[in-house]
Structures are given as structure tokens and as C-alpha cells.
């Protein structure tokens, strides 16, 4: 199989760009992971030895900067394209007084990751072995596995590198991660994995809250399906420390109604060849409860639009997404994208409605509501199409 010829050129670019300067440069981790199940990578993360520093230096100040202070690493913006990649220094583990970020910390979990080491020595500190593959662009597109993780790969086993239960104390958002490719390609836990996670459950609420909302949108913008993720994490008590208000709903009116939802929202992006819409998915999560809100009585009823209600919808998000850290930008689209759903029945049609900027995804979430429920959709048929979608956000 020739990986190299499946990957868009400006990653490949990027490692070349390093490489010429006398650095050591793979692409690495998920994307490797992906390519080796046939799928399609959504990212390309790139490992170097250059340093931060170096790696801009390498791509300029108006194409790369620096992000991040426990983990720093620099996003580089290639081909003058929106894309951003991620390309990090080989790292190393840090001992104990290397990682300590509190003066009331153990020492086991990482709070400064940003020593750094040889390709060796990063492969030893990645989380699991079917993560731990890199691909040799500089060469005829070699895989070094220095973890047995093509082995795991295709015994379909999510294995720890190193000692589980140390690792999650390292990281909680490692068993995160870990669910996720069950949840995402149907693998199954290595036992003495799945021993060390139900251990630790609860030390994922030492992850900071804006850190657990970047993984949910790593989730629902990922470009799999979202239930069969969520399902895993509620299924191994998981979903209790990262979303605990959905949990609790999980067996409520509001739960169920979110899961259909989710499932149909499920097939029609895996339908489309348009990239998923984070926004709109989080839209599909916080619809149920809004319209739980508007009719306890009777959830499955349209509300009518009304300056009450707009506030209403803000009021549900804030509890829905309690626990993270949203940025206004996500819960003003949220809101935006819910509200415009009631307003698909008015008649004439505002053009404040097709003018909106979230019409194309409010259009969407009307007609994902309407699937699920089984209404009839002749209300929709007359609904104009949305402009080019080069006017919309993701």
C-alpha cells in the first residue's frame, strides 16, 4: 500500500520544508492510524526535532505561531491555505519535578510537557501503540512502529504504551481518547487497560474545563459518527465525568430524543461530502432540551419564535454545556441555529430568515427534527435553498 500517494501534498510539503533543513520530520499518530484502516485522515499531525523555535523559523512568522504552555507546538499555515497543521517537538517524559505544575501536586500528572528528546524517546511517551506509527515522507513512505502497534492495529486492540493506570494519572484525557476508537472503529480494550480506566474514572474531572470542550469538538467536528462515541463513554460510566448533565439525562424524555436525533444527524453526514459542522452538531444536542423547555408537557411541539424564547435557548445552553468553558462564538451559533428552527414555519417567509447567516444549518436542523420525528414534510418543500456555502462557517 502506498500511503504516500494518499496524502494531500501540503502535509507532505511541510515534512519536506523541515527535512531540508536538517531536521527529522514523520507524520505521525492518528492520520498514520487512519490511512492503515483505508480511511481518510480529517488531520495530519507532524512530530520534528526542531524545536518550536526552529520550526518557525523554519516556516516564518506569517505562516507559523507557537501555541499552547504545557504543550507547546506550532501550527503552520500551509500553501497560504486556511488549514492548519500541527507540528510538535519530539518529546521525552518528564520526571517528576519536570512535570509538577502545583505545589500541592503528587507529581504524576503532566502539567509542563516540553522536554524534549529523540524520535525514540517520543514514541515511548505516546498513548497507545496504534498511535504510536510514523510515516517516513523522506523516504518510500516506511512505517516505523517501534510499539507493535500495527500488530494491535489489526487485531483491532487499543493498548496502552507503558502502564495504564500511570499513564491516566499522567493524563486523564488519555481514557477519553482511549473510548473513542472504540467507539469510532469498534475496537476493544486491552484488559489491563480497561482494568486501569474503570479505576480512574473520576480524575477526568482534573482535566481543565476548556481542555474537555476542545475534546467535544474534536467529537463532534471529528467526521465519525457521534452516538456510537457517546454510547461507549455512558456504557463504561466515562460520560458521567466528562458531560454529566447529559448523562443524567441519558435515561430521561430528553436523552432518548437526543440520541434519535444524533443517529439521523449520523447518517446524513456520512452521506454528504460536506465537512461536518461543529456548530450544527452541537445545535442537534441542545434542541431536545430546548424544546423540552418550551413544552414540558409535550417536547415533541414547534415553539413559537419570541424574544422569551431566544432568551430561553440561552438559558438551556448554559446549563446543557455547564461543566466546559464555551466560547461565546459557539454558544451564539448554537443559539442562532436552534432559534431559526420554529421560524422555518412562518409564512411568508422573513428575509431575515433566509438572510441569516446561520440559514443553510438552521434549514438543516428543521429537516434533521422532521426525519426523526416522522412529520410530514411538505412544510419544508418550499424552504429556498441555502446560498453557496462558501458564505458559512464550520
Known sequence: MN??????????????????????????????RDLLLGAVPKDYD?????????????????????????????????GGSHTIYEVSTF????????????????????????????????????????????LDVMGDGQILDFSHGQDDLKRKIVRVIGDPAERFAEDPVRMLRALKLVGQYGFRLDKPLEKALRANLEKLTLASPARLFEELL?????????????ETFHHYGLLKYFWPVYDQAWEEGEGDFSRRLLKT???????????????????????????????????????????????????????????????????????????LVPKMMLRPLPKSVTGHIEYRYGKLLTEILFDTCHWDRSALDKLPPAPPRRSYRK
Open 3 to 32: 500511503l504516500l500517494s494518499q496524502i494531500s501534498p501540503e502535509p507532505l510539503d511541510i515534512v519536506r520544508s523541515l527535512a531540508h533543513h536538517g531536521y527529522e520530520a514523520y507524520i505521525v499518530g492518528g492520520a498514520v
Open 46 to 78: 507532524i512530530t520534528t526535532s526542531a524545536t518550536p523555535e526552529e520550526i518557525r523559523a523554519v516556516f516564518g512568522r506569517r505562516s507559523s505561531r507557537i501555541i499552547g504552555r504545557r504543550f507547546r507546538l506550532v501550527h503552520v499555515y500551509a
Open 91 to 134: 518529546r521525552r517524559q518528564p520526571d517528576s519535578n519536570e512535570r509538577r505544575g502545583k505545589k500541592s501536586d503528587d507529581g504524576k500528572m503532566i502539567w509542563n510537557d516540553n522536554v524534549y528528546g529523540t524520535l525514540e524517546d517520543d514514541a515511548s511517551r505516546r498513548d497507545f501503540t496504534v498511535n504510536a506509527l510514523y
Open 218 to 230: 474534536k467529537i463532534v467536528g471529528g467526521g465519525h459518527p457521534i452516538l456510537p462515541i457517546l
Open 265 to 339: 444527524y449520523d447518517m446524513y453526514m456520512q452521506t454528504s461530502d460536506s465537512p461536518p459542522s461543529k456548530a450544527l452538531c452541537l445545535s442537534v444536542l441542545v434542541l431536545p432540551f430546548l424544546m423540552s423547555a418550551h413544552n414540558p408537557q409535550n417536547m415533541f411541539k414547534l415553539w413559537k419564535p419570541s424574544v422569551e424564547g431566544a432568551r430561553l435557548c440561552q438559558r438551556v445552553i448554559d446549563v446543557l454545556f455547564e461543566n466546559y468553558n464555551v466560547p461565546r462564538l459557539f454558544s451564539a451559533r448554537t443559539a442562532d441555529i436552534c432559534n
